[in-house]
């Protein structure tokens, strides 16, 4: 029974103890945290926190001084206030700025080049190039830039570029004169609206035509050529409309209409040339038509 006395007593004595200790470490932990949020002063000099709590809640609770004795004191304690301060709760502190004050917008852009060009080590920044050009000084600034560069062969050979320049002019020249005429005196205007119509309408799809016609090469799928083949048949029915309007046509207008019709049968024959080279071609290397 003794034994079991003595138990309990030792047992509530170390409860005791270790509520005394939790209570201790937490009025510490609070001391600390407000020394914490309070700051800390170069003033005071200790360094156990109860007493600097202690000495900041004694502050706060004490009213102004009102003699000039107490001044050094009131200093102090204005100085500990000071610098306790949590930066994070205090408003934010408006930053100084230049004001701009522009006078010129041309002047402003002006310097602000400089700088840029300052770090290029182009006039240093000091003075601002002047920009403005004339279109002769700009072209002639253009051509000795590109004469600086020196190229080894020409990009065009001189009497090719002639060429191509004389053949523009009179293509030119001649569009010009024709639609300056009357439009009678053209061939399209000495036909009658009806045929013009058609011919125009069969230029278009075979200009479309032969598009896919010369993109579907070299056939590599049936895909293609199928497409091919059904190509070819609305071309030969094209080829056809084209030879019926020629052989009706009035004997006054057919050498117009000749001369009209002739380009799209020539393109017409090509396709189907290529085609037939296309089909001899396969066929005497003993491969099966069309690459597949």
């Known amino acids: ?47 156990d926190t109860k007493t600097v709590a202690e000495a900041l809640a004694r502050s706060k609770k004490e009213p102004p001084p009102s003699s000039a004795a107490d ?27 230049a004001p701009l004050c522009i006078k010129d917008p041309r002047e402003y852009f002006d310097s602000q080049q400089a700088n840029a060009l300052r770090p290029l080590g182009s006039n240093d920044g000091r003075k601002a190039r002047s920009c403005s050009l004339s279109t002769d000084d700009a072209f002639r ?20 570029a002639l060429k191509v320049l004389n053949e523009l002019n009179e293509g030119i020249s001649r569009s010009r004169r024709l639609n300056l005429k009357n439009p009678q005196d053209s ?37 293609l050529s199928n497409k091919v083949q059904r190509l070819k048949e609305a071309m030969t029915q094209i080829y056809q409309k084209l030879q019926d309007i020629k052989e009706s046509a009035q004997p006054d207008v057919r050498h117009e209409i000749s001369q009209l019709v002739k380009p799209m049968t020539q393109a017409l024959d090509a396709a189907f040339y290529h085609d037939q080279q296309q089909k001899s071609s396969k066929a005497g290397t003993g491969s099966k038509p069309n690459g597949f």
């Not at 709760?89 to 408006?94: E, G, K, T, V």
């Not at 600034?141 to 090719?160: A, E, Y």
Request: net charge negative; glycine share 2%; aromatic share 4%.
């Open 187 to 223: 061939l399209l205007g000495r036909l009658p609206h009806r045929t013009r119509d058609e011919l125009m309408d069969h230029w278009t799809a075979i200009q479309e035509l032969l598009r896919h016609f010369w993109s579907s090469y070299p056939i590599t799928t049936a895909v």
């Open 71 to 97: 001044d050094a004191s009131h200093e102090r304690l204005v100085k500990v206030a000071r610098m306790t301060e949590i930066e994070d709760l205090q408003a934010p502190r408006s930053l100084p700025y």
């Open 141 to 160: 600034h253009l051509m000795d830039q590109i004469s600086s560069v020196k190229m080894n062969c020409p990009v065009v050979q001189s009497d090719v």
């Open 1 to 47: 029974m003794q034994g079991m006395t003595t138990s309990i007593f030792r047992r509530e004595t170390a409860d005791i103890d270790s509520e005394l200790a939790r209570r201790t470490l937490s009025q510490d932990l609070n001391r600390h945290a407000a020394v914490v949020l309070e700051g800390r002063s170069t003033d005071i000099e200790s360094t």
